[in-house]
Every structure is written in structure tokens, then in C-alpha cells.
């Protein structure tokens, strides 16, 4: 499809990886408000890589999907042009970029960078924002990555008017500008210096400390700044590892790193593979009200939870942990085990089926010796050879 484009449903964009390595996806699109549209609806945009959705930070309950740094919103661009660049590594092949509008939306532009430079990406923008009041500009989604520092140089312009004004959003905390009284959450504003030079070029370097993860940095403008450059210092070098997919699901020979969904499916294919959809469905919401769990008694991730040593047998027993590890998808019927436990994973972490344990965080088989932890008071429902639990 050539672009820029109107789509009105999910429109789909293949692109080959050449080699394993840390790639640059650039989407530029526009969305309109629905008082543009005179409509009762806004237009608002997500992407999906390879599957992959992105969500609210920090996860709240009910999973956001459109209403975050990764989308494109109308009620906050009014028409105007947002970029999203999402790092990540990807293994060599195809791979597809998923654009979901709701209503609809404007596909200005899509790039794919393989990068060579790993450690300290440094992306030279040049770009001036269009003239419009506060809104998300540029995004840069970190996926599975650290980030030591970013670095940024932005112009900013003195108006008696109105000045240009950007605003530095990292993980949904502003980075506040202490020098400034009137504009203390723009960290590039207007200033007294700006008043005598007419504009002002500065650069920053902002300490981050992000552990390995899904991040969002945030670049919001006001009226027309130019972001000339964007660093981003990942510290120590890359290590880049084939990514397990549910394809090819042969573990790497660290289970860290697994993508959540791969992790979640090893689980409920280790522990329910043989069992009916529903019971891998409970297995999955029964791992992920742990994550939510408001005391943060076993995690806070879906990494931190399962891979806790002894927490989930499938994965330390040495009668299945091989299996898990490598799922033998070369038998038909192990292979349906296996996508079946995929789909159940992805429908748990995406909130495309309820939670029909009601809160379950343990569950047992019955062909094992009953926990000491299963007191009958907690006990919530059964399924097929498991039990579950609420404690």
C-alpha cells in the first residue's frame, strides 16, 4: 500500500530482518478529534509487532490499549503528526507491523532500520514539530531493553506570544526543569536567555537507570521546536540471543529470555498441557494474579514470578523440564498442546478472557500430595486434575 494512507481497518506491513539484531521501526500517522470529525467519536491508532501489543505504565487492572505513549490518540494530536519509534530485537526473517485503528486514521510513513550501532543508538532527527498547543510529539518505545541515560538537543524559540516548549516524559514521570519557575514541566522553555537570543539550542543528558523491559520516552512539543538528536545509552553491550517464538519455542538456554508470552505458555504447557482449554486458561490467570497482586508477595513481573526457584514444578522437575524447554512440536499431538497453551497465554496477558478463578494465585494436581497450603477455606474451584486456590 503506498503511503501516506487513510485505513479504516487493520492494515498489515511484512518486512524482513536480514540478521538477529536491534532493529528501529519508525511509524508516523495522524488522528483527528472527533469536534474535527463532527463526529462522536475521536480517530485513535495502535501497533502490533509480530503480535506483540503494548500496554499502560506502570499495568493497571484494566489493560490500556489505546489510551497510551504507544498509540496515536485524537482527542490530544487534533490532526497533527506523532512518530513512534520502537526499538527492539528481532530474529532474522519476516516479520509484520499491525496498524489497529479504531474509527480511523492517517498512515504517514513506515521505516525500518536494521541498526548497526547497538550500544548507544543515536537517532539524527532534524525535525521541527507542526504549530499546535501541547501535545505528544515523539515516542520512543523500548522493548525487552535497559536504558542507561538518553541524551537530547532541542531548539526552542522565544514569542512574546507564545514560546516554544518540549516536555521529556520517561516511564510517565516529567522530567520537571528546575531552573524555570512558570514552566517547571517543560524541561526546554522559555527563558530570559531565550528572550535576548530569540532561540535557544540546548542539550541534556537524562540519568535513567531503566532495568530490562518494555519503556516510553516521551517528547512533547508546544508550538514549532526542532529535536535535532536522540541518544539512547543502553550500558553495557547487547548480547543479542535468537528470541524463542511459538514457532520455534527451543529455549535459548536461559529461560530469561523468553518473551512474557513464550514464559506464560512453558508454564501452562508444562503444568496443563494435556488438559482442556479452560484449565490452561485458570493456570494463566492464576500466574498473572500474582503479578497484580497488590502486596507483591511473589513479583511483580511475569519473569520475576515464574522463574522464583520451585515456584512452578513443570519448569524444575526433571521428568518435564526438558520438554518444557524444548516442546517436541514435531508430534501433532504435542504440537496442539503447545499452540493451544500459546493461545491461552496471549488471551490471559491481553485480557481476551475473564478470570473464571476469581482471583486464584495457587492450584495444585490432584495427582500429586496435597500442599500444606491448601486449606479448604481458600480452595475455589477445580478443573479437570487441578485444583485452585486464593491465599
Not at 467519536?41 to 501497533?47: G, I, P, T, V
Not at 507564545?162 to 514552566?183: A, C, Y
Not at 482449554?277 to 492464576?286: E, H, M, R, T, Y
Not at 519448569?315 to 504440537?335: A, C, F
Request: aromatic share 10%; net charge neutral.
Amino acid at each position: 500500500m503506498k503511503l501516506p494512507t487513510k485505513i479504516t481497518r487493520q492494515y498489515k506491513h511484512s518486512f524482513k530482518v536480514s540478521k538477529l539484531g536491534l532493529i528501529a521501526i519508525s511509524i508516523s500517522a495522524r488522528c483527528e478529534s472527533r469536534k474535527q470529525l463532527n463526529s462522536n467519536k475521536d480517530e485513535d491508532l495502535r501497533a502490533e509487532i509480530d503480535d506483540r501489543r503494548f500496554r499502560e505504565i506502570p499495568p493497571e487492572k484494566n489493560i490500556q490499549l489505546f489510551n497510551i505513549p504507544a498509540s496515536w490518540n485524537g482527542s490530544k494530536l487534533k490532526g497533527l503528526k506523532k512518530t513512534i519509534v520502537f526499538l527492539t530485537v528481532l530474529n532474522k526473517g519476516e516479520h509484520t507491523i499491525s496498524l489497529i485503528p479504531q474509527n480511523s486514521a492517517l498512515i504517514e510513513d513506515i521505516k525500518i532500520e536494521e541498526l548497526s550501532k547497538t550500544q548507544n543508538p543515536t537517532f539524527n532527527l532534524e525535525e521541527q514539530a507542526e504549530d499546535g498547543d501541547r501535545r505528544p510529539w515523539y515516542v520512543f518505545v523500548l522493548v525487552d531493553l535497559p536504558l542507561k541515560t538518553i541524551t537530547a538537543k532541542v531548539t526552542t524559540k522565544y514569542r512574546w506570544w507564545d514560546s516554544d516548549d518540549v516536555k521529556l516524559i520517561i516511564d510517565g514521570e516529567i522530567q520537571k526543569n528546575k531552573l524555570s519557575l512558570f514552566h517547571r514541566y517543560w524541561f526546554w522553555a522559555g527563558s530570559l536567555v531565550k528572550k535576548l537570543l530569540r532561540k535557544e539550542t540546548k542539550e541534556h543528558t537524562f540519568e535513567t537507570k531503566l532495568v530490562q523491559g518494555t519503556h516510553y520516552i516521551e517528547f512533547w512539543a508546544d508550538k514549532t521546536p526542532i529535536l535535532h538528536k536522540v541518544e539512547l545509552d543502553v550500558g553495557e553491550r547487547i548480547e543479542f540471543k535468537r528470541i524463542p517464538t511459538v514457532d520455534d519455542p527451543e529455549w535459548t538456554g536461559d529461560l530469561e529470555d523468553d518473551p512474557e508470552d513464550i514464559l506464560l505458555a512453558r508454564v501452562i504447557y508444562g503444568e496443563a498441557g494435556g488438559t482442556p482449554k479452560l484449565a490452561k486458561i485458570a493456570v494463566g490467570w492464576s500466574i498473572r494474579n500474582r503479578v497484580e497482586d497488590s502486596q507483591h508477595r511473589w513479583g511483580d513481573t511475569y519473569h520475576e514470578i515464574i522463574l522464583r526457584e520451585k515456584q512452578y514444578d513443570s519448569l524444575w522437575n526433571k521428568e518435564t523440564r526438558q520438554k518444557v524447554r524444548v516442546p517436541p512440536i514435531d508430534n501433532k499431538l504435542e504440537e496442539k498442546a503447545w499452540q493451544d497453551s500459546y493461545k491461552a497465554a496471549r488471551q490471559v496477558i491481553n485480557s481476551e478472557v475473564k478470570d473464571l478463578t476469581s482471583g486464584a494465585n495457587h492450584f495444585y494436581s490432584i495427582y500429586v500430595s496435597k500442599p500444606d497450603w491448601a486449606e479448604e477455606e481458600k480452595f475455589i474451584f477445580s478443573v479437570d486434575n487441578l485444583r485452585f486456590y486464593k491465599l
